[in-house]
């Protein structure tokens, strides 16, 4: 979870400003989860303190870019680093034969098996839009999200048509959008 | 191919956020979202939801290594380094080793007598004799400041070093600003420094020498291990 106390946004304009401690504070706080990610998505440790470090590297370099205006510091933090995983992925072409039973369970987690006004409360609402959708809808983004799979990949993998597969995702995007929105 | 209808957009730049696209069409939002702001608030939008799914994992922590490379990478002298030197730098236990050592004294009486001085002159120089870490009264090497500000080193003793590795001379003037490397050194030769090079020398700056890797550290401060360390005292000239 992201922890509320914490000035993301605050410790990347630092950064901007050339403070080393503000780096090593965001370091601190999210360097572990940051790497759960990496290591989810490339399923090597080494690869993802690799992964970690150029990350890290980009936020230093760039922090001067974070723009409050635009979106959350956290935001920021995971897509540099979901890019250069993806990245990583893309260069390598394949993927490493990983135990996906945990995706899979939280495909099979439809509106019954959250607990919904729970979830709002929490803030969670991703969580409970996805609930709402159909699981061939659901399933799909997971992998793209948890795996870094592309279409071809994600249809390779669900032994599903290209073109399905595409339309799943943008309609379960869609959808998405519509329920976030609330 | 990029859709102008807003929830269209929204949906495509979704997929790009998740990695899903094509690298043209990939390269073609990234593009979009370097350019146009609403886009990228569209993207930081998704990323901050997904952050959700980011959170279910649980976390790994890094190596202890880790850290220091990123920092290393970056240019940053390294807060454990930093520590070092401070631990240098506070020691009183090294003042004393340093000053205290039978040896020392020997060598100050020696080196007054060699140091070529001009009476005429300003009378403050610097002798620091550098030992080996946490060892007392075994002399390596000795720095002298002449009055003019020439730095001379000089080794005491002979003591070979690996054939892929260098040593390097460097000096501590202010903790906060870190070390700074005064060149690399023949083991068991000397070297003279003009003042322009090595700067104002006060007492208790530090000096030490370093095995670093085959012509020097990769990085604007020691990497390797500490041979020989010591203090700047003042010598009071005739």
Redo the contacts between chains.
Sequence with gaps: ??DQMFDYEGQLESCARGD?GA??RL?RQE???M???A??LLGQ?EE??DC??DA??QI??NADNFQR????G???I??IL?YRA?NR??TRGRHLDQDDSFIDR?ADEGPDATDQLHQQREG????RCLGNLERARRHP??L???R????DQIAARLVTPLGTIKGR??AG??A??EC?KV | MIPEQPEERRALIGEYVLGLLESSDAAEVRELIESNQEAARMALEWEQHLLELSDELSEQTPSRALWLRIQRSLGHVPIEQMAVWRHWWDSAGLWRLTSGALALVVLLSWLSTSLEQDPALANESFTAVLQPPREAASPGWVVQVDMNGTLRLEALVDQPIPEDRSLQFWTLADPEQGPRSLGLIQPGGSVTLSADQIGVVQAGQLFELTLEPAGGSPLDRPTGEVLYIGRAVMTVGS
């Design positions: 979870m992201a080393e780096f090593q370091y360097s572990a989860k790497l759960g990610l290591l989810t440790r993802a303190e970690l470090h890290f590297v230093w370099r205006s635009l979106g959350s956290r935001a920021w995971y897509s979901r993806l992925l893309r939280l969670r609402h991703l969580r983004i997971l793209a999200f948890y870094g799979m592309t279409h995702i943008r995007l869609r998405l959008q976030l």
